[in-house]
Structure formats: structure tokens, C-alpha cells
């Protein structure tokens, strides 16, 4: 038995993200051990579904033997070399097969998903200054938008308590109407609010006609938002708006790239093609930091030029990562191997009469689903929904972190359906305990974080 001694100190010297560190007077952290497939397992043996996929980032498991073999494998030849004048057979292998995944063939290396938003923010602002238009210089972002949060993605981050006490360090953008399908109204459609969301970004765009550098947009599925879900015609009308207006489109597909809501990428499900299309979690499997910012042809040759300025000059010490690279082919290597995307079908076909009694609880208001990703909220007037919830199903033995009153599953591909079965027993027998048929009336919230 290994010993657990630093546990007893676990929060003095780690101050842990997204967390006030004062509730852990109350709530211990859980010290993970090791992780097999969906479960995360701690010292005493105990396991835990991981139905959040750890953040978003996990698609294959943990400890997948496919990808750490791969990574063994890296290891014995080269972990890491700068980007910056040398290259390695992982990073050109991975850009011409994202290459030839997206149609975007130009990839640009991050270490996480706010620095892919940050690449992509810049890249756009300065192709408009080296394009002879340089008065398009402001970003529009959609209300309830999440895009990372170092000060240039939270610009853009329109999630209160995230970006409010950095207020006046952000540069002011510009925002949009939601699309999300909850909004429609007795007798409308995901369709009417698509449109009625397009038509208000229209009006901003012809409000600002001309100062718009790009539209930077989470594509079918804001997360952070609280699994907020919208036709796919407002990625369309996205589109066409943004070159209607002369404007970049920003495809942020962090958290939905990757086969997350059915297709490899989101943005297929409406045949759009962005300028830049940003990619991070799941790109590496859930194993190593890496981000990744694709783009077209036009905006690379902007940049491409005998003068050094005029060059893209933003790095980042891990740009390019030869393990993270090579990571995320072994990822590239699942999908078409096992046929992934078919798979996940299949699963979530087969998932749906398992998940029928929650979508009849009396207490669920707006069951979703979009691929792997399955969502609905919560009517109660408990303050504390979303920590109380949290606690009585790590207790059952899941990983679930609602965000306020929505409850969401977002597990990694291997889940089976004994375990999804499970995963919707407990949640049952916590929604009953804790909120019962649940009231009309949604109360006073915490915050929510996701
Ligand atoms: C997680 C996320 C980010 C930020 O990624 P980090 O790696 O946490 O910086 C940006 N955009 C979306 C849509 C995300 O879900």
C-alpha cells in the first residue's frame, strides 16, 4: 500500500482551479490512485464513473493501451524539441491529416484551449492590419459564450462570474443573441430561434459594418453555458453572414471537436467551413496539453512575406510538443480504426430507452442530446443544487459536476451501457432525494461553474 501521508496536506501548497479553497475545509479533495476505461479509481479501491470526462478532455478511457503505447514508443526517440527553425515527423503528420480532416490546411500549435482562442483572436486582427482593412478590429462573441480565460479569451467569455472582477483589464466586444433552443417560445422551433438569433447578428454586424475583425462561436453546443444547444441552420446563417460582412468566422470546437456531438466536427452538421477552427481537449485523448488553430490558405499567405513583422511572431515554449503530437495521431488512429464515429451512433441509439425515465422525471425541464453529450435542468429552489448533487453521486460512486441546475453527461466513448445504466440510477435516486418532483418556480442560484 503506497503511502497516503501527503493527503493530510493535499490543499496547503496546491491551490486548485475553478475552486474556493475554503469549501475544502467541508469537502476533501478525492485523491485519484490510478484510471482504467470510464473509472477513476482512489487508494482505498473505490471507483468512480467518470461521466464529465474529466473536464471534457478524456474520449477513449483512462490508461488507454492504444495511446500509451504510442507515447512509449514517442518517448524512446524525442519527448520534445522547439518549433521555432526545427520539426519532428509527429507535428507534419498531425497537421496534414487535420489537414485533411477540416479542408484548413495551415495548423498552429497551442498548449491549451484559451491559447488556441488567443491565436486565433490574433491571427484574425492581424490579417485585417496586413489586408490594407485595419479599421476591423473588434470580435463579436454570443451571450453565454465561453472561450478560455487568459484576458483575451475572456474578453470574448461572456460568463459573469468568470470575467466580472477582470472587467476593466478586457478589451470590450461586441455581443450576439444566443441561439440556444431553449429560448423558443410556445409554438417555435430550434429553427425560429436560430433565425431570430441570426437576424440580431445581422443587425450587429450591419450596426458595425466594417470594424468586425471575426465572430468567434462554439459550434451546436455551448458548454460552459450549461450545455446550451442550437440548430445547426444558426452555424449556417453564421457563416453566410460573415462573409456577407467581410468578417472571419471562429469556430471554437475546444470542447466539441473531436466526434463529441456526432460528427468529427461540429461545424460538419451545417457543411460550414470556418476561417480558423480551434481544437484542444480531446485532441490528445485526454493525456497532454496541445491546442491547435487551423486555417485557410488566404489568411496563411497573408503573413507570408520577406519582412519578419509581418510574420505570425507568437509562441509558446511547448508549441508543437512531439508527445502531445504524437498523441493525438494514436487519437487520429482510434477514430479510424474502430470506426468511432459510427460506434457512438450506435451507442447513443441504444442508450436512449435508458435514458427515457429521466426525460419523463417530473423534476427535468429541457432533455438534450447531441451526440455523446446528454443535458437537461433541473427545476428546484435549492441554493446548493449543484454542490449537493455533486457530493450525492460521488457517494454512488459517479463523477458528475452539474453547472447550476443543469445536470449534464458528457462520458468518454468507451462507456458501456451497464455503466450508462447506472450512471442513470443514481441520478435518479439523487434527483428524488434531493429536489423530489421539483418546483414551478427555478430559485436563487449559486453562481454556476462548470
Ligand atoms: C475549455 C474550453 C476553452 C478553454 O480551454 P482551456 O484548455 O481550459 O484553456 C475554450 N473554449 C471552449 C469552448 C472550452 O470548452
Known amino acids: 500500500m503506497p503511502s497516503t501521508d501527503w493527503l493530510s496536506r493535499s490543499t496547503r501548497a496546491v491551490w486548485h482551479p475553478c475552486t474556493q479553497m475554503q469549501r475544502h475545509e467541508t469537502f476533501p479533495l478525492i485523491p485519484i490512485a490510478r484510471g482504467e476505461g470510464v473509472w477513476l479509481i482512489d487508494f482505498d479501491g473505490k471507483r468512480y464513473l467518470d461521466a464529465v470526462s474529466s473536464w471534457w478532455v478524456n474520449l477513449f478511457g483512462h490508461a488507454n493501451p492504444r495511446i500509451n503505447a504510442a507515447l512509449i514508443d514517442q518517448l524512446g526517440r524525442l519527448e520534445h524539441v522547439m518549433l521555432a527553425g526545427?520539426?519532428?515527423?509527429?507535428?507534419?503528420?498531425l497537421s496534414e491529416r487535420l489537414a485533411a480532416l477540416s479542408g484548413l490546411g495551415h495548423a498552429f500549435y497551442g498548449s491549451d484551449g484559451a491559447s488556441a482562442t488567443e491565436i486565433a483572436l490574433k491571427m484574425s486582427f492581424q490579417y485585417w492590419q496586413q489586408s490594407g482593412a485595419p479599421q476591423k478590429s473588434r470580435f463579436i462573441h454570443l451571450e453565454h459564450s465561453y472561450h478560455g480565460e487568459t484576458l483575451g479569451a475572456l474578453a470574448v467569455t461572456d460568463v459573469p462570474?468568470?470575467?466580472?472582477?477582470?472587467?476593466?483589464?478586457?478589451?470590450a466586444a461586441l455581443t450576439a443573441p444566443s441561439p440556444d433552443a431553449r429560448l423558443a417560445g410556445p409554438g417555435e422551433t430550434a429553427e425560429t430561434v436560430a433565425r431570430r438569433a441570426a437576424a440580431g447578428l445581422e443587425a450587429l454586424l450591419q450596426q458595425h459594418a466594417g470594424e468586425v475583425a471575426a465572430l468567434i462561436i462554439e459550434p451546436l453546443v455551448q458548454g460552459a453555458a450549461g450545455m446550451a444547444m442550437h440548430h445547426p441552420l444558426y452555424l449556417a446563417e453564421a457563416r453566410r453572414?460573415?462573409?456577407?460582412?467581410?468578417?472571419?468566422?471562429?469556430?471554437?470546437?475546444?470542447?466539441?471537436?473531436?466526434?463529441?456531438?456526432?460528427?468529427?466536427?461540429?461545424?460538419?452538421?451545417?457543411?460550414?467551413r470556418p476561417d480558423f477552427l480551434c481544437l484542444s481537449k480531446g485532441i490528445t485523448g485526454g493525456y497532454?496539453?496541445?491546442?491547435?488553430?487551423?486555417?485557410?490558405?488566404?489568411?496563411?499567405?497573408?503573413?507570408?512575406?520577406p519582412d519578419i513583422r509581418r510574420g505570425f511572431l507568437h509562441s509558446h515554449s511547448y508549441t508543437g510538443n512531439a508527445l502531445a503530437c504524437r498523441a493525438a495521431l494514436a487519437v487520429l488512429d482510434i477514430f479510424a480504426e474502430d470506426d468511432v464515429l459510427a460506434q457512438n451512433r450506435a451507442k447513443a441509439a441504444a442508450f436512449a430507452p435508458l435514458l427515457a425515465p429521466l426525460q419523463a422525471h417530473p423534476a427535468v425541464r429541457h432533455f438534450r442530446q447531441q451526440g455523446m453529450i446528454w443535458a437537461f435542468d433541473v427545476?428546484?429552489?435549492?441554493?446548493?443544487?449543484?454542490?449537493?448533487?455533486?457530493?450525492?453521486?460521488?457517494?454512488?460512486?459517479?463523477?458528475?459536476?452539474?453547472?447550476?441546475?443543469?445536470?449534464?453527461?458528457?462520458?468518454?466513448?468507451?462507456?458501456e451501457a451497464e455503466q450508462m445504466a447506472q450512471l442513470v440510477n443514481a441520478t435518479l435516486r439523487t434527483l428524488d432525494a434531493l429536489v423530489g418532483d421539483g418546483d414551478a418556480q427555478a430559485g436563487e442560484q449559486e453562481p454556476a461553474v462548470p
Not at 462570474?161 to 478589451?171: D, E, G, M, V, W
Not at 496541445?290 to 497573408?302: F, I, K, M, N, Q
Open 86 to 93: 526545427f520539426t519532428h515527423q509527429p507535428v507534419v503528420e
Open 161 to 171: 462570474l468568470f470575467r466580472q472582477t477582470y472587467a476593466p483589464l478586457l478589451n
Open 241 to 272: 453572414l460573415c462573409s456577407q460582412y467581410g468578417a472571419h468566422l471562429i469556430a471554437d470546437e475546444i470542447a466539441v471537436g473531436f466526434g463529441r456531438t456526432g460528427t468529427l466536427f461540429a461545424c460538419e452538421q451545417a457543411g460550414v
Open 288 to 305: 497532454l496539453p496541445l491546442s491547435c488553430v487551423l486555417t485557410t490558405d488566404e489568411v496563411y499567405a497573408a503573413f507570408y512575406h
Open 379 to 415: 427545476a428546484t429552489t435549492r441554493s446548493d443544487f449543484a454542490l449537493a448533487f455533486f457530493s450525492a453521486m460521488l457517494e454512488q460512486g459517479c463523477l458528475l459536476r452539474p453547472i447550476g441546475q443543469t445536470v449534464y453527461f458528457m462520458p468518454p466513448y468507451v462507456i
